[in-house]
């Protein structure tokens, strides 16, 4: 049977509309109607009641043969969506996960499916020591690091500025931004020259978002680090590049991102009038990394559902 076009899809079908409204009755009956889950509960992504779409769309064509990529927050969501691809693709895989292990083993799991090794990294990639512990299980089980791709993410909405405590404060910029310092400081001397690096930013740096003002700083910086690296890195040959996803339908939001009110209508304020699925973000990532992108650095790519950005 053919494969069914997303291409042009605007809106979402009754089913998928179904599955935000459950997983919306279901977090409200957790915390309520504005609050979100503090701590992400560790049940599996296919137990959402609307499963993300991470399943690459067309056979590989050797774009990332035999190269080895770690993608943090590979456990589900944009980065297991990514993994899977770049192992169609060639490459062997090492997913740092922070906690769902029952996520990053079913993974490891599609990739194998692939014909490609995947490596399990637990880490926190807040802490500072957290680069390192990566890049050396890395280097030691698969010998080397082609590709890097920054991911791993948080975010914890407060409409109110007031509401965002130090510790939330500190906590996203550790995760969503100090990681990637730390992580590029421990796999440089492992980059060679063709390496590429991606790192996931999103459109909120672009528009703004009012209750996300702290993540939405993050992925500021984030963008700002893509331009400046690039610009550091360029002589030896590694390329910087970022992708700034829109609403995507991901374990983040659902189980402990948003609250229920913004679960039950997310992504229905795009000109796509519905969320993206991480299979329609990931081949972006995998542009950004293989050699069809050997002339680009220091972009950024939009994959959010057709809003318009400058930058």
């Known amino acids: 049977m053919a494969r069914k076009s997303e291409a042009g899809k605007v809106g979402e079908t009754a089913s998928e509309k179904r599955g935000k409204q459950t997983a919306a009755r279901k977090l409200r009956k957790e915390v309520g109607e504005t609050k979100t889950i503090r701590t992400p509960p560790k049940d599996r992504e296919s137990d ?8 690459p769309r067309y056979a590989g064509s050797d774009r990332l043969k035999d190269k080895v990529a770690i993608v943090t927050g590979g456990d589900s969501g944009i980065g297991r969506a990514v993994a899977v691809l770049f192992a169609r693709e060639g ?4 997913i740092v996960y922070k906690s769902n292990k029952a996520d990053a083993e079913e993974t490891a799991s599609l ?10 990294v637990k880490a ?3 802490k500072t020591s957290a680069g390192k512990t990566i890049v050396d299980k890395v280097v030691s089980k698969l010998k080397r690091i082609d590709v890097l791709v920054n991911n791993a993410g948080e975010q914890h909405p407060a409409d109110d500025i007031r509401d965002i405590s130090p510790e939330q404060l500190q906590r996203t910029f550790a995760t969503n931004i100090f990681g990637m310092f730390y992580l590029v400081q421990a796999a440089l001397p492992h980059l060679k020259k063709g390496a590429a690096i991606i790192n996931c930013t999103s459109v909120t740096m672009y528009q703004g978002s009012g209750g996300l003002l702290d ?9 700002a680090f893509t331009r400046s690296l690039s610009e550091n890195l360029i002589e030896k040959g590694i390329r910087v590049n970022a992708v700034a996803p829109g609403p995507i339908w991901t374990p983040l939001n659902p189980r ?28 972006s990532f995998l542009f950004l990394a293989c050699d069809d992108s050997s002339y680009m650095s220091g972009q950024v790519l939009h994959p959010n559902g057709g809003t318009v950005v400058n930058g």
């Open 48 to 55: 959402l009641d609307r499963a993300p779409k991470w399943e």
């Open 215 to 223: 993540y939405s700083a993050t992925k500021g910086a984030i963008t």
């Open 111 to 120: 990739v194998g499916a692939e014909g490609r090794t995947a490596i399990l």
């Open 124 to 126: 926190d990639v807040a």
């Open 256 to 283: 402990g991102g948003a609250p229920a009110k913004k679960v039950e209508s997310f992504g229905e304020t795009t000109p796509m009038k519905r969320p993206g699925e991480p299979n329609e973000v990931a081949p």
């Open 91 to 94: 490459a062997d895989i090492a």
